[in-house]
């Protein structure tokens, strides 16, 4: 099997220091902006398998924040319904991240606090300041919206974000 992985992206151009949870409810406009991936690709292009994100936060070492990943379904009469794959906890090691944000660290610690029984999610979480990640695989979804909150003790943060491909 080779893996073809995309460079990473930012998730929001400016770090967040978002401290609530958005409403998200179904729609009838195409959720889109800041934290929103097109997943699905044009037919002529292949989707990717996984997505992987890596989580950086900004004030010190052992601060918290949460992340959420939603899928959005469409169904046939357009109306938009969100999906939450996986809420994630995530955990600032002593790994200096401060040339991506200022005063920030990389997480160590990655963990699933809720979510979709079958999310289909890879947590590496080495706790031991060693960057962490979550690796995921969304299915059957068009777009993918994360949401990050504070609600912990970091005082803004952002995910990094790339594409995985794997060919047999």
Do not use: H
């Not at 590496?124 to 979550?134: F, M, Q």
């Amino acid at each position: 099997m080779t893996t073809k992985s995309g460079e990473l992206q930012r998730l929001l151009y400016a770090a967040s220091d978002t401290a609530e949870w958005a409403s998200l409810v179904p729609t009838t406009t195409k959720p889109s902006g800041d934290g929103v991936i097109t997943w699905k690709r044009p037919e002529n292009q292949q989707a990717a398998d996984a997505i992987e994100l890596l989580f950086v936060g900004s004030d010190a070492e052992n601060e918290t924040f949460s992340v959420r990943v939603w899928k959005w379904l469409k169904d046939t009469g357009g109306i938009w319904w969100p999906q939450l794959q996986i809420e994630l906890t995530i955990t600032l090691g002593n790994i200096d991240a401060s040339a991506f944000l200022a005063g920030g660290y990389m997480a160590d610690t990655v963990v699933k606090a809720a979510g979709d029984a079958s999310s289909n999610a890879i947590l590496i979480s080495p706790a031991n300041d060693t960057p962490g990640c979550a690796i995921l695989r969304p299915e059957a979804t068009d777009l993918l919206e994360i949401e990050l909150n504070t609600g912990g003790s970091a005082a803004s943060m952002n995910v990094l974000y790339r594409r995985i491909r794997e060919y047999v």
